[in-house]
């Protein structure tokens, strides 16, 4: 009887699901059916909330199809009303908004969320961002960003998964299920977008908006991934194409992409929008002559919805006329945002209630914004076990960064409110003011500050201290979109803080938050231990307060290389081995004698001043537990094609702390008809372990997923051998062999 009921939705559901789609098919071919050319038009056309009284008559006229960033629910209800009430065919818009890492209740920037390998956090932080969305009448979020990225000097960065296809692919189609929920049709859903299509985050140089250089093979291999598995497995309803211009081709042109794959070889049926102005700043590229050419080619290569730069609404119906798009261009633009319209429901209920319902910072929201801004921290440094803190009776805190709520919350926030944001500051002296004293000196009032005048009294005070704690990093405003630097060391006078107070004999803990990875080669050095928070949001302070009191544990791990320098990027762990793999990791300048005659013999593929190692690799991060890797047994060790590899390992915690470890499961494909990375990550699980407790931990990996696209442009799994790694980063453990016949 149990299993006849546990089997019921599992036969049912995706006869159910067939037939909602058939139905929804057929509404929208009938409405279609109704609507004149221009209304057509304009359901392709996206208004930005800027202007509302203009945007009701676009409406009233049937001439938009989605405003975004309207944030008040009674104007959201009003633009509706007039949609559904007063525009011939009373179609209901859709409402977007950047909802990226929260709408009121902040959640670590993406970057950091990724730090978490935890996709049932993730999902559970899109989810509570849809709650409190949706509660004022969002129901389309343009996230998750997925743009694969190997440049912290790329401001977006902070908004991005990382280096790495698997982690960010796991990590997307958990937000994408978390935004969307059980179905889309609930109230409190909202329609994700996959974004951006595809490429941008390989901007040359890490220059915001500039130039990519991908081959089919590297789309496939790589930058395709994530958006490949929110399409396939979470249904994402949108996709929003990219800036990037891909060898000359700019992304919302770019037809091999948006139809070729995306719609023909994936299925995909939701909408795809432009990015803002992406379809006029094809002009700027080069790439058209003006704004008419810029809608034919952005109609024709599949861009449903232009977002705000109007071009379609002022051009397709003479480019028709010209015959230089055709009506299926036309329509099949507008059964894919009728469609997803239908599925969100708003033919149904296109209004929210306007009584602010209670959900902005619930209690459950914030308590899980802990947990993830808690899971998002990395510590990359602990000399002597100077973390937890112990014993300590007074504390200096210093630092830009230890009390200035605006700034932990990170880039694109448009809606939450530093008043609601807990700062370390505050937490430290909430959560243990009582037993320990705190003293606060800022000494830099911003991170860029370069006014020194301070350090002396700070200098005095940390003598008194058991501890320093040092606040330092990077404003919000300096990571995000058109945000990209070029030297990534920390801001204004703070190395010079952390210099300065590392030289008195008193522990130093550092705590970064910022939106990349930064040049942090002299801090690590110099302190005694280093927590990287990234940007961790409404309730950052909290959870560093208890990370560093040891109340929690630390288990982030890093989800991108960090350099030492800017002159290693790009730096990511996936890399082709070259003909010289690189060998030594020290300076040889000072090894080269002066007048050495010219050779290269001996020299491998790496930096004479740096070396070839990164300052911390993907994957890397410590732990107040201590964990002990046993070695991993095969199963078997010569396998199919279609086989799964099993293989299990024992872990034990042999620390003094509860813990949670990041195992992870690395293949690398020793030879094939191209050649392959040196090491690829195939899985990962959090494994939770008390103090002295071991667990036998299982991987089993079909041997299909790890194919790629090869000479043929075929993705398929060349026989042979490979080795295998069960490891606590990318760059530690021994490999084992296996092989596929
Ligand atoms: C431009 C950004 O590239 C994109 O990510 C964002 O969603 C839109 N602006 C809308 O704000």
Redesign the pocket.
């Known amino acids: 009887m149990r299993i006849f009921i546990l089997f019921i939705p599992l036969l049912i559901t995706p006869n159910l699901l067939a037939q909602k789609d058939i139905d929804i098919n057929q509404k929208v071919d009938s409405l279609l059916n109704r609507m004149t050319l221009l209304e057509k038009i304009g359901q392709m056309n996206q208004l930005s909330a800027d202007d509302m009284e203009t945007n009701y008559e676009l409406i009233r006229r049937g001439l938009a199809g989605s405003v975004?960033?309207i944030t008040n629910p009674t104007v959201a209800n009003k633009a509706q009303l007039v949609a559904v009430e007063e525009s011939r065919l009373g179609i209901p818009i859709i409402i977007g908004r950047?909802v990226i890492h929260g709408f009121k209740t902040i959640f670590p920037i993406p970057l950091g969320q990724a730090a978490s390998f935890d996709e049932e956090l993730v999902q559970q932080g899109a989810r509570i961002a849809a709650i409190e969305a949706s509660s004022v009448g969002i129901r389309w979020t343009?996230a998750p960003?997925m743009d694969i990225t190997r440049d912290p000097r790329w401001g977006r960065v902070a908004e991005s998964l990382g280096e790495d296809p698997l982690l960010a692919s796991k990590l997307a189609v958990a937000m994408v299920k978390g935004f969307q929920g059980d179905n889309l049709s609930n109230p409190d859903a909202i329609a994700a977008?996959a974004?951006?299509f595809v490429g941008y985050g390989a901007a040359e140089g890490g220059r915001d908006y500039n130039t990519t250089l991908i081959t089919e093979r590297g789309f496939r291999n790589l930058y395709l991934k994530p958006f490949e598995a929110t399409v396939k497995v979470a249904n994402v309803a949108t996709i929003?194409s990219s800036?990037n211009a891909n060898d000359g081709i700019p992304a919302t042109a770019n037809k091999f992409l948006l139809k070729d794959i995306l719609r023909d070889e994936w299925g995909f049926d939701g909408f795809v929008v432009s990015?803002?102005a992406s379809v006029t700043e094809m002009i700027a590229h080069g790439f058209s002559e003006n704004e008419k050419q810029a809608a034919m080619q952005a109609i024709k290569a599949g861009v449903d919805m232009e977002?705000v730069s109007g071009t379609y609404l002022a051009n397709a119906e003479k480019l028709l006329e010209e015959k230089k798009i055709s009506e299926e261009n036309i329509d099949n633009a507008v059964r894919n945002i009728l469609r997803v319209k239908f599925r969100l429901g708003l033919f149904d209920n296109p209004y929210v209630s306007s009584e602010l319902k209670n959900v902005f910072y619930a209690p459950a929201h914030l308590e899980k914004a802990k947990e993830a801004a808690e899971e998002s921290v990395v510590m990359l440094k602990n000399k002597n076990s100077t973390l937890p803190l112990k014993k300590v009776k007074k504390i200096l805190v210093v630092g830009p960064l230890a009390n200035m709520p605006h700034e932990q919350m990170g880039t694109w926030v448009f809606d939450g409110e530093a008043s609601h944001t807990q700062t370390p500051l505050l937490a430290l002296r909430k959560q243990y003011g009582e037993k320990v004293k705190i003293d606060y000196e800022p000494v830099l009032k911003y991170s860029r500050d370069n006014d020194i005048s301070a350090f002396n009294k700070a200098v005095e005070k940390a003598k008194k201290a058991d501890v320093i704690l040092a606040f330092v990093g990077e404003e919000s405003i300096l990571s995000g979109?058109a945000h990209s630097l070029s030297d990534l060391h920390l801001q204004g006078a703070q190395s010079k803080l952390i210099k300065k107070l590392s030289d008195i004999e008193k522990p130093l803990i550092t705590v970064i938050m910022a939106g990349r990875p930064l040049s942090i080669e002299d801090e690590i050095i110099q302190s005694d231990a280093l927590l990287y928070a990234w940007h961790p949001g409404t309730m950052g302070g909290p959870a560093i307060a208890d990370l560093l009191f040891g109340k929690a544990n630390p288990s982030g791990r890093l989800p991108i290389t960090f350099p030492k320098e800017v002159g290693q990027i790009p730096m990511y762990y996936n890399h082709l081995n070259t003909g010289r793999p690189p060998t030594g990791n020290d300076s040889q300048l000072d090894c080269i004698p002066v007048g050495a005659l010219q050779t290269s013999l001996g020299n491998t593929s790496l930096y004479l001043d740096s070396g070839h190692e990164p300052l911390f690799p993907f994957g890397f991060g410590l732990s107040y537990s201590n964990f002990k890797y046993g070695e991993p047994k095969l199963k078997e060790k010569i396998l199919s094609v279609n086989d799964t590899l099993n293989v299990s390992m024992e872990l034990s915690n042999i620390g003094d702390y509860d813990g949670t470890e990041i195992v992870q499961l690395y293949i690398r494909d020793l030879y094939g008809s191209i050649a392959r990375p040196v090491r690829e990550l195939k899985d990962f699980q959090r494994v939770n372990l008390k103090a002295g407790e071991n667990k036998v931990v299982h991987f089993q990996l079909p041997i299909s997923q790890i194919a790629f696209w090869n000479i043929n442009m075929e993705e398929i799994v060349e026989p042979g051998n490979f080795h295998m790694w069960i490891s606590r980063d990318s760059k530690s453990g021994e490999p084992i062999n296996f092989e596929v016949r």
């Open positions: 975004l960033s950047d343009f960003m977008c974004k951006h929003m800036f990015d803002w977002m979109e």
